[in-house]
C-alpha cells in the first residue's frame, strides 16, 4: 500500500494565514505530528501550482498509489484537478479529498466542490484530524 498526501495552494502558509480559521501549526508541524500519530507511511507533496498537482495525481494513477488531499482553493473551480482524481478513482484507487475548515458553512463560493464527484470521500472541518482519518481509511480499506 502507497499513499501520498497532497497540498494545494497557499497551505504552505498555514500558521501565518488565517489562524483564526487554519490554526497556529505550519504544515510542517502538521506532517510532523501526523508520522508520529498516524505510524502510517506516506509521502508528502504541496504546490501552489495546479499543473504540478495534476502532475503528482497522474504519477499517483501510474504508481497505483492512494490520495490523500486539500485541493486549497482549487476545490472550488479546478476541473483540471477534477479530471485527474477521476481518471485515478476509475484506475480503482482511492482518493479522499481533506479540508481543515468546513467550506460548506463559509462564504458561498466555497459551499461548491468540482473534486468531490471524482474522489472515494470527503472528510472537512476537523482542522489537523481531517489528514489522520483520512490515512486510517485508507488503510483499513486497504487491509493492512
Ligand atoms: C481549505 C478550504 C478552501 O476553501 C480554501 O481555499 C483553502 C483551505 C481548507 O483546508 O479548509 O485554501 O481547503
Not at 480559521?21 to 508528502?44: A, H, P, R
Not at 463559509?106 to 459551499?111: C, D, G, L, T, Y
Not at 474522489?119 to 482542522?127: D, E, K, L, M, N
Request: hydrophobic fraction near 35%; include cysteine.
Amino acid at each position: 500500500m502507497s499513499i501520498v498526501i497532497l497540498n494545494g495552494p497557499n497551505l504552505n502558509m498555514l500558521g501565518i494565514r488565517e489562524p483564526e480559521i487554519y490554526g497556529t501549526e505550519s504544515l510542517d508541524d502538521i506532517k510532523n505530528w501526523l508520522v508520529d500519530e498516524s505510524g502510517i507511511d506516506f509521502q508528502w507533496f504541496q504546490s501552489n501550482s495546479e499543473g504540478d498537482l495534476i502532475d503528482q495525481i497522474q504519477t499517483s494513477q501510474l504508481e497505483k498509489t492512494d490520495i490523500v488531499i486539500n485541493p486549497g482553493a482549487f476545490t472550488h473551480y479546478s476541473y483540471g484537478l477534477h479530471d485527474a482524481l477521476s481518471s485515478h478513482k476509475a484506475a480503482g484507487l482511492v482518493s479522499i479529498e481533506c479540508h481543515l475548515s468546513n467550506p460548506a458553512a463559509r462564504e458561498s463560493f466555497r459551499q461548491n466542490s468540482v473534486i468531490s464527484p471524482a474522489v472515494t470521500g470527503t472528510i472537512a472541518g476537523f482542522g489537523k484530524n481531517v489528514y489522520l482519518l483520512a490515512l486510517q481509511e485508507i488503510k483499513s480499506r486497504r487491509g493492512n
